[in-house]
């Protein structure tokens, strides 16, 4: 394959709605393969790019030594704290594809793949439809997600020739970037500015962001799906506001840890289950409604990935609570305090 198609996902039958083109950064890959002399290749894709798993693995094997065995990952991935630690473990070569690391490693080659969308028509609409003017607030956050941080500085720049002042900030240790949100993580918008730009696909992250930071109007620029709006939460705080009531008269509870690398939060799932005698841990990895079916209880709480709750929660046949929703359920703290619940750590 020649340089000049590497990437190009239009020249290999896997390019995405919109025109999109991303990188799959095969020569890095191939780079690895031969400083490692790797006979054995992992590779790793989040569910929405599982499909183009064997394209990418026919794009490896066209450029890689003969003898080298490439393997697919079936196990579910939504973030690089989801990683297959038993293909790990078994190959020369992991690579992780679709996010930023959450932690360095030697062992790992992660591969972002950043979006080649042009985010700039879907900024002007924002600023022509939502965002104060600057003559009027002059302040304003910017935040992206992985897929975009490649036009992160072209971004701040565009918002600065056009008279904002923009604040941004890395959040923490959990993240790799300036200006990076993720599902579980939006310290990066603990910023000194009442409006945030969200620019990004999918209404999660916004939204996630608007509860934590509930004092700052959070403005969604959606380059992927051509959309401009500000975050609502109120529908969201109500959904989980039913569940918490739906718990207060729960005697016994299953307390979720989650054995996935970067999802344990063993310390909390350890202190609910020691002050409830009628709390009973139960360790799991992939976290559903099926796993949880025969289980004899009458609520939930997860200290796994906060997206269970939030995004599942209404699939499962008991409530299902952060550990903060638990503690308005059992009364030790009002209802109108909870929070959305958040990653601050790595592993």
Not at 13 to 35: Q, S, T
Not at 39 to 61: N, T, Y
Not at 94 to 115: A, N, R, W
């Amino acid at each position: 394959m020649s340089g000049s198609t590497e990437g190009d996902l239009t020249k290999t039958g896997m390019a995405l709605k919109h025109d999109r083109e991303w990188d799959y950064e095969l020569d890095r890959i191939l780079e690895a393969i031969e400083e490692r002399d790797a006979s054995k290749v992992g590779l790793q894709f989040p569910e929405g790019l599982k499909r183009r798993g064997p394209k990418v693995a026919d794009d490896l094997r066209e450029v890689a030594p003969d003898d080298v065995t490439f393997m697919l990952s079936g196990q579910p991935c939504y973030g690089a704290c989801d990683l297959d630690t038993y293909l790990m473990r078994r190959t020369d070569v992991f690579v992780h594809f679709g996010h930023t690391p959450m932690k360095e490693s030697d062992s790992i080659v992660y591969v972002p793949l950043f979006s080649n969308v042009d985010p700039f028509p879907i900024m002007e609409d924002a600023l022509t439809e939502e965002l104060t003017p600057p003559e009027e607030d002059s302040d304003v956050g910017l935040v992206t997600t992985a897929q975009h941080m490649n036009r992160f500085e072209e971004m701040t720049d565009w918002l600065e020739e056009r008279g904002y002042e923009v604040h941004t900030r890395r959040g923490d240790d959990r993240l790799t970037k300036e200006g990076q949100v993720l599902g579980c993580n939006y310290a990066s918008a603990d910023i000194d500015a009442e409006q945030v730009l969200y620019v990004g696909g999918g209404k999660f992250h916004p939204v996630g962001l608007a509860m934590e930071h509930p004092d700052k109007r959070v403005v969604i620029a959606d380059p992927v799906n051509n959309v401009v709006k500000v975050a609502e939460h109120d529908q969201f705080l109500k959904q989980r506001y039913a569940a918490v009531h739906k718990a207060m008269d729960a005697e016994k509870w299953g307390v979720i840890f989650c054995t996935k690398i970067g999802q344990g939060r063993w310390e909390k799932a350890q202190e609910i289950v020691e002050n409830n005698d009628n709390a009973y841990l139960i360790t799991m990895d992939e976290v559903t409604p099926d796993r949880l079916r025969n289980f004899d209880m009458d609520a939930f709480v997860n200290t796994g990935c906060p997206r269970i709750t939030t995004d599942d929660g209404p699939r499962f046949h008991k409530p299902m609570l952060t550990p903060g929703e638990y503690e308005a359920a059992i009364g030790e703290k009002p209802l109108d305090s909870i929070e959305f619940d958040t990653f601050h750590d790595t592993w």
